[in-house]
């Protein structure tokens, strides 16, 4: 999700939509938490001790 919001920035940009661009770029960064989402879960699965 997040590399396609990226690269559609990339796009944009070069297509001259600054307006879609600036759209998308807050997007990717208002995306971004999601890129730690998975590692803190799996730190969180092996924190707890097996039953």
């Known amino acids: ?3 396609g919001l990226a690269g559609l ?3 944009a940009f ?3 939509a600054e307006a879609l661009a ?3 770029a807050l997007a990717t960064l208002a995306s971004l938490p999601l ?3 998975g ?3 799996d730190w969180w699965r092996h924190r ?4």
């Not at 707890?48 to 039953?51: D, E, I």
């Open 1 to 3: 999700m997040v590399t």
């Open 9 to 11: 920035t990339v796009v």
């Open 14 to 16: 070069a297509l001259r």
């Open 22 to 24: 600036a759209l998308l």
């Open 35 to 37: 890129l730690g989402l």
């Open 39 to 41: 590692p803190l879960l």
């Open 48 to 51: 707890r001790p097996r039953r």
